[in-house]
């Protein structure tokens, strides 16, 4: 039996510009400006490849559906296939293309040869297509057939997926290849993308129509983010017995870097339970505004998942949604707990890409994933607008990587294949998707940065990421300096957030200007080392921020002190100096010069 005859594109037309019904304030017609425009370009040119890079939340899924509506319409082709990542997109692929007339199985398992009468096509997984090529090669050319890779860099994820997808999807009449994040952070070549030498000879990947991030915030498309980024004190033993502290996010190597955060994630110690409790008064102070904001944590691996929830659940009285991994039943959780008003998802990767939950508002990116692709994949699934004035707020680590990955939300990026090694890789920690899925194991991600014992991990506030700007100068957990600004109204509007953030921050400095002890006016006393050694670290940290604020090295920051306060060099300075120049820099901090 042939598949239903689409009627005209009228089903298509009555698309909303996003599903599930989180059009943005503002948004005009029938489709989006990006959408429409992508539509025009992509009918006027009729290619037989068509890559489409859109920020996670923009609406790729509506603008994928309504070209498979109008070639179906048209006879250009007959059968619609979607390839995405995970079983979950497979089900939400179909129920969106069930709205506009499309009838996709994604139920489709290989055994089955071919679809079932009464469907357009199928919607089935990148691992599917690598167990079978030769199938897909077969379905494909055994109809005049239009293929929509979903999130295509998973097609690079190993060699033979690359393989596999080339030759099953080699006979398609039209290819349709949607991403919404940083390509890979490797060099594997993307099946079906262009891909041509930038100024400095480097092959770089080519999009057909792009609409960044940076676009989307200024069209009202998507939500701006508050990153809350925690620092701490951090211990554990190494393999060898030795024990090792550090505070988080301060520079040192690799190794030390690695093995801190681990510990800070590690749900025995303080850190976690102290951030997931901070979230947990935004996500409240969040939904006196939007009602039915929902958080998630993202974890590293299966067994902090589980002892996240457990935290989560002391903490508010109320168990949270677990999804494990792409499993039977993970797609009920999810679906349930976007159709509820529940407080609290914890996940591994099954929503950290594609997943559509819209009430999502907080987050907790509680694992040591840094990839920009990983990154970016994560935090869309905060983003997604709704309504005018809703502002997405994520808690993370205080780790360089990650904060460097904050401030550039806005940077479009593209896969290279050339890529030159970049100087300061030696410095970070960085996993690609394939670290991931072993993160993902039950051995868990120790392995990956070498065996140790957490033994302690305290939770310090460190600052707020919005925009490219940094606000804050650190707090402990609880203390007027954090809640500050977890105390933000859920709905602000983008000048709003700014204006109350340097409202904040000038508050703050103020306060702790007014508790500066007073110069000594005795001889120093046996403890008055340790009091200076705290107020060289306070100036440290506030010339390391200022530095990251405006570009300036370290030393010329100190510099610029001297030069305002006088005196020495930081080794050589009085405690008296020392507290000038963190008042001067203070007073930088709120616009006083």
Known sequence: MAAERLPGTSAAEQLPPAFPERAAWGTAGKLRAWQAEALEQYFRDQPKDFLAVATPGAGKTTFALRVAAELLAQRVVNRVTVVAPTEHLKVQWADSASRVGIKLDPHFKNAQGKHAPGYHGVAITYAQVAAKPVLHHNRTAAGRTLVILDEVHHGGDALSWGDAVREAFGPAVRR??????????????????????????IRTSVADYSYGYGRALKDSVVRPVLFLAYAGAMSWRTRAGDEMSHVLGEETTKDINSQAWRTALDPAGDWIPAVLKAADRRLTEVRRTVHDAG??????????????????????????????????????????????????????????EGVDVPRLCVGVYA????????????????????????????FLPSVPILLALANTMEVERDHALDRPKNEDENDVVVFDDQAMEQANREEGASDQLGSFEALGAEALFDRVLFDGGEFGTGGAVGSEDELDFIGIPGLLEPDQVHELLRSQQARQAKRKTAAAPPAPETEPSELDHRAMKEERNQLQSLVGAWSRRTGSPHKAVHVELRKACGGPAVAQATREQIQARIAKLQGWFVGKK
């Not at 040591?368 to 699934?381: E, K, V």
């Open 367 to 394: 694992t040591s994933s840094a990839t920009p692709l990983f990154f970016a994949q994560a935090i869309g699934r905060f983003v997604r607008a709704r309504k005018r004035g809703e502002t997405a707020s994520v």
């Open 176 to 201: 349709l290849s949607l991403t919404g994040t940083p390509f890979r952070s490797d060099t594997s070549p993307i099946p079906f993308v262009t891909y041509a030498p930038d100024e400095n000879g």
């Open 295 to 352: 958080g998630l944590v993202i974890a590293t691996d299966q067994d902090n998942a589980r002892a996240y929830a457990k935290v989560l659940r002391e903490l508010t009285g109320e168990a949270p949604t677990v999804v494990l991994s792409d499993e039977v039943g993970a797609s009920a959780r999810i679906e349930k707990f976007q159709n509820s008003t529940d407080r609290w998802m914890v996940a591994v990767r099954m929503v950290s």
